[in-house]
């Protein structure tokens, strides 16, 4: 049996924890996005994704690690404050920025 890459398992941990599913189509709002590790499962599920992060090292790995993701903008940008991030009353918000680091409780 194939086993989900980590960024895939987390994701849906963190979806489950969360209860709430990304609708196919729906526009999403990753904070904290790393080098991209869960925005690509995102990606993969959502019509379209943000995916913001307060470092411009990282946001520059996530784009060269995901190249291929055409549906993503990566975003440098605070995800306290949201200054200069549009969002709809449709965007879904993910903040995802403890995800490798804290261990994942139910
Ligand atoms: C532990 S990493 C997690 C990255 C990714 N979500 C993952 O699971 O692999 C935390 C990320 O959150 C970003 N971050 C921390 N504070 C932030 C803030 N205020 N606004 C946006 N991103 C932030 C960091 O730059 C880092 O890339």
Known sequence: MLHPAPG???LATLLDIAGVAVEP???VLEIGCGVGRLTRGLAAKAGEVIALDVS????ARARDHNEELDNVTWLLGDGSTLAGVETRASTRA???WCSSTSPIRR
């Open 8 to 10: 895939e398992r987390d």
């Open 25 to 27: 189509g729906s526009r």
């Open 56 to 59: 411009a090292e990282m946001l």
């Open 94 to 96: 993910f903040p995802t």
